[in-house]
């Protein structure tokens, strides 16, 4: 008994926005890979056919599209990536400025030190006892 057959696996290689064609949003289109193999005792030898498509998310439409399109999407969502993780937030220091050497709250100027600084609070034990 020889058990064959084939089987289909989808890989989605980027997530990116551009106007769908159908409904007109500016959606986000997930860019798959649809990979079919012939199966010999349910164990894929070799692929049969590859399928590119593009699915919007707002309305669900699924277009094909060519292979150099679909790695030009996902070279361009990588790069995109590169450069958010290069830069996530705002630069520690914006260039251009003088580092700071000693930062001085406004309200309190030079040379005065904080009570808790210069032992003015009292210790444990040293409050005085209220009555009740």
């Known amino acids: 008994m ?9 890989y989605v290689l980027a997530m990116t926005t551009f ?4 409904c007109g949003n500016p959606a986000s289109h997930a860019v798959r890979k649809a990979v079919t193999k012939f199966t010999l005792f349910f164990i894929p030898l070799f692929p049969i056919s590859v ?4 699915q919007c998310t707002f309305c669900g439409i699924e ?30 220091q914006p260039q251009g400025f003088p580092q700071p050497q000693g930062i001085q709250h406004p309200s309190q100027p030079q040379g005065i030190q904080h009570p808790s600084q210069s032992g003015q609070f009292p210790q444990q034990g040293q409050f005085p006892q209220q009555g009740r």
Do not use: H
């Not at 399928?51 to 593009?54: C, I, L």
């Open 2 to 10: 020889l058990i064959w057959g084939w089987r289909t696996r989808i």
């Open 19 to 22: 106007l769908c064609g159908r």
């Open 51 to 54: 399928k590119y498509s593009a």
């Open 63 to 92: 277009n094909r599209i060519a292979k150099e399109d679909a790695v030009r999407l996902q070279a361009q969502e990588e790069q995109g990536q590169a450069q958010q993780q290069a830069a996530p937030g705002y630069p520690s």
